[in-house]
């Protein structure tokens, strides 16, 4: 199995040099790693859901953006 730090070096590479499948993490162990961790996603949603509610209450009224970055 690989180690977070290396899944993370390939977070932050730069896109536009695409790496050969080998060098790619294998979808199961990601699958894997999601299941294990999806019992605490409640809680971080509650926390994202807050944060996202209060700079929407800081928009001054009537703004209407052209587009929405997610």
Do not use: I, N
Not at 6 to 29: C, E, G, I, N
Not at 34 to 54: C, I, K, W
């Amino acid at each position: 199995p690989r180690s977070r730090p290396f899944y993370m070096s390939l977070a932050m590479t730069d896109l536009s040099h695409p790496k050969p499948p080998s060098v790619l993490p294998d979808k199961r162990q990601v699958a894997a790693s999601f299941s294990r961790a999806a019992g605490s996603y409640d809680s971080v949603a509650e926390l994202q859901r807050s944060v996202g509610s209060e700079l929407l209450s800081r928009l001054p009224a009537g703004f209407t953006p052209s587009r929405w970055l997610d």
